[in-house]
């Protein structure tokens, strides 16, 4: 099977600029007729425009569609919200996959923030539903370039180096994100113009958290300087992928001459740039990567005058320099 390319099946009316914009991202993700996808509904606007422009599509698409939400119980009405959903995929004759988890209670066993305790939550029970469709099925979340934007502001004011700033992936491994090029204004304003209803969550408006700061008083500002700065973002993203997967490509051709075949160890006689260095100790030591004070812990090591080193990598492994030699165990 392959992608159609864009038509006007589309269609007229108030979801147009959501079913158009959903159409040529699913061409450019080369989703195809037929194809099985899980839709991540939270029930807020971005959601909501993923939610009907696939059932716009499906039809002409043959797609087959499963609405997947997950409750987090975080706030007092989150089990209203989850029947409103369940609700709006059962009038657009829509199945679904619905569960709660207390994810609250889960960022204080896994040790992690609530957003990142709900994210490995949401993404857990998403691979879930698709692994029970079956193994092409496809998970569809509803990203767009305005998130893409606040995840790039973050990771900079973080200190993050290219790979972060890659923004969020179109696409990785089956989930898909066909609304990335997507204003959120945009799909809010298709929304009210059709009067379909969403959610809008009363913590996305709570400064504590960072994105929501970064959207709520650092965006609007950049603005100002350039109207067009989430798509200037979207584009930096995309450059910086770019970027990345050329370095990656080069240190992974620096790795196999550096290996010494036989012996196990990595020639560091004559040090590569640094920046490529970085990129072939994390190639070799593979995942989860060290953190970036090992690694640069282990190139001081690796260039410096003394041998008979050990640094810690974490996860149980180490790195022993010798000779300008590094092995990894």
Do not use: C
């Amino acid at each position: 099977m392959h992608p159609r390319p864009i038509t006007s099946g589309a269609g007229r009316g108030p979801l147009s600029p959501i079913t158009t914009t959903l159409a040529a991202g699913a061409a450019r993700l080369k989703i195809p007729d037929g194809a099985r996808i899980v839709l991540a509904v939270s029930g807020g606007p971005d959601s909501t425009a993923l939610l009907h422009g696939a059932a716009s599509l499906a039809p002409e698409r043959d797609w087959r569609l499963t609405v997947a939400h997950l409750d987090h119980a975080l706030r007092d009405g989150s089990t209203t919200e989850a029947q409103a959903v369940a609700a709006a995929a059962a009038a657009l004759g829509l199945s679904t996959e619905m569960r709660r988890v207390d994810v609250r209670a889960l960022a204080s066993a896994e040790h992690r923030s609530l957003e990142d305790a709900g994210r490995q939550a949401r993404y857990r029970f998403l691979e879930e539903v698709a692994a029970g469709i079956g193994p092409d099925a496809m998970i569809a979340t509803a990203h767009t370039a305005d998130d893409v934007a606040e995840t790039i502001l973050l990771r900079l004011a973080r200190g993050s180096g290219l790979r972060g700033l890659r923004g969020i992936p179109a696409r990785r491994g089956r989930v898909v994100r066909p609304l990335l090029e997507a204003r959120r204004a945009s799909l809010r304003a298709a929304l009210d113009e059709a009067g379909i209803a969403y959610v809008v969550d009363p913590s996305n408006t709570e400064l504590a958290h960072a994105r929501n700061r970064v959207r709520a008083e650092i965006l609007p500002v950049m603005e100002q300087l350039n109207p067009d700065v989430v798509e200037a973002f979207a584009r930096f993203g995309r450059l910086a992928a770019e970027d990345d997967d050329l370095l990656d490509a080069l240190a992974a051709a620096e790795l196999v001459t550096r290996r010494e075949t036989g012996a196990g160890a990595i020639d560091w006689r004559l040090p590569p740039a640094r920046a490529l260095g970085r990129r072939v100790l994390r190639l070799a030591i593979g995942d989860p990567a060290p953190s970036a004070e090992r690694i640069e812990a282990l190139l001081d090591a690796a260039e410096g005058p003394r041998g008979g080193l050990t640094i810690e990598l974490g996860g149980g492994r180490l790195a022993g320099v010798a000779e300008r030699r590094i092995r990894i165990e």
